[in-house]
């Protein structure tokens, strides 16, 4: 599918998968598409596609894993490798359009031309 990981991208995350567990555990890869399927799409969980499973398995997770760290762990891991860690890009500091915070458009309709129009 579209935002799900490729064998190589599943290939860098496999080993740094959480091992320690009593029992078993739901695929690691389909949760993790799940997971990432919700923040690249801005989707609520509950309007998770039925292919990646319950939704409340893909939030439980990604709320377990934060709490404990693990995403933390595999983001400075992957970061490490890669020689451009450095160049992240950080969306608070993306200046938008002034239009996109709600500030007027030119040229501003006036309350006398809805009038008009009533």
């Known amino acids: 599918m579209r935002f799900d990981l490729s064998d190589e991208e599943w290939a860098l995350l496999e080993p740094l ?10 695929d690691d890869r389909k949760i993790m598409n ?8 801005g989707m609520p ?8 499973g319950p939704y409340t398995t893909a939030y439980n997770r990604f709320n377990r894993w934060s ?5 933390k762990r595999i983001f400075d891991t ?4 890669s020689r451009d ?6 969306s608070t500091i993306v200046k938008a359009h002034r239009a996109a915070s ?4 030119w040229p501003a ?10």
């Open 78 to 81: 992957l970061a490490s490798k």
């Open 17 to 26: 998968m959480p091992t320690s567990r009593k029992s078993a555990r739901a």
């Open 67 to 71: 709490r404990r760290g693990i995403w």
């Open 45 to 52: 969980w509950r309007d998770l596609p039925e292919r990646y």
């Open 85 to 90: 860690s450095l160049y992240l890009i950080d």
């Open 102 to 105: 709600g500030a007027n458009v």
């Open 109 to 118: 309709p006036s309350a006398s031309s809805f009038r008009e129009l009533i």
């Open 34 to 41: 799940a997971i990432f399927y919700v923040l690249r799409t």
